[in-house]
């Protein structure tokens, strides 16, 4: 019997990096508002989902805490919360909460999930955030909820997909000004400054299926020409 080789740390670090970045990756594109604290609720990332609840640039969230931007409403969730993470206990919290965008009050619940990191005994807190649509949620514009024209349904799955300008020119038949101009013009119809808050914004909104990948555009009702 052969013996087993062990990977060399060189090779186990390169793995370890290529996972890393297809984790960051998945976590930037996944529709779902996310973010990762530590133990304290010090934000240490979060993604175009969540900082969207606030009209923001994801990197704007990053050091800054979870109960600076989130009121909980509460208590028995909180205190059920604290004692999880004194006792370490490992299972999901949901927690109801309240914040506010540019003097609009909305509420929702995030739900906090203590999860190990190899590198670090203090376990981090991946936290999910949902809005409840009923609470002061400006009605996405009309244009938005009218669908995608067709052109529209071809370029943005492969946005959201993470295909570069010049590879989506090739795929729909356009230059990479012409798909530039669509991009621009669905941000500025959904309200979003960029591409990954695009992404974020078009699964919310139903444009994109939720469970698909590749990315496909959804079915919608009629279409924009």
Same mark, same amino acid.
């Given at each position: ?9 060189? +090779?186990?670090?390169?793995? =370890? +990096? ?15 508002? %996310?973010? !990762? ?5 010090? !934000?240490?990332?979060?993604?175009? =989902? ?6 923001? @640039? /994801? ?5 800054? &805490?979870?109960?600076? $931007?989130?009121?909980? *409403?509460?208590?028995?969730? $909180? ?20 914040? @506010? ?9 995030? *739900? ?5 990191? /190899? @590198?670090?005994?203090?376990?981090? %807190?991946?936290?999910? %955030?949902?809005?409840? *649509?009923?609470? #002061? &949620? ?6 938005? +909820? ?8 071809? !370029?943005?799955?492969?946005? =959201?997909?993470?295909?570069? #300008?010049?590879? !989506? ?5 356009? *230059? ?13 119809? %959904? ?5 990954? =808050?695009?992404?974020?914004? +078009? ?23």
């Amino acid at each position: 019997m052969e013996p087993v080789t062990q990977p060399s740390r060189h +090779a186990q670090d390169e793995a =370890a +990096a290529a996972w890393r970045s297809r984790f960051v990756s998945l976590f930037d594109r996944a529709p779902v508002a %996310l973010a !990762i604290s530590d133990a304290h609720g010090l !934000i240490l990332g979060a993604n175009p =989902a969540f900082a969207s609840a606030w009209q923001l @640039q /994801p990197g704007k969230l990053e050091g800054r &805490r979870l109960l600076d $931007l989130l009121t909980p *409403t509460n208590d028995r969730q $909180l205190r059920r919360l604290d004692e999880a993470l004194r006792s370490r206990r490992r299972s999901r919290y949901p927690v109801e909460v309240t914040w @506010q965008v540019r003097g609009t009050a909305r509420q929702g619940q995030v *739900t906090v999930e203590p999860v190990s990191d /190899p @590198q670090d005994d203090v376990p981090r %807190l991946l936290v999910s %955030l949902t809005e409840e *649509t009923d609470a #002061g &949620r400006p009605e996405p514009p009309q244009d938005a +909820a009218g669908g995608l024209s067709p052109q529209e349904a071809r !370029i943005l799955p492969l946005v =959201a997909a993470g295909a570069s #300008g010049s590879a !989506i020119a090739r795929e729909v038949g356009l *230059t990479v000004d012409g798909v530039n101009y669509h991009v621009t013009r669905l941000c500025r119809r %959904l309200g979003v400054p960029n591409r990954p =808050a695009l992404i974020a914004r +078009a699964y919310v909104l139903g444009l994109l299926e939720p469970a698909a990948w590749p990315p496909r555009a959804a079915p919608a009702g009629p279409e924009r020409p």
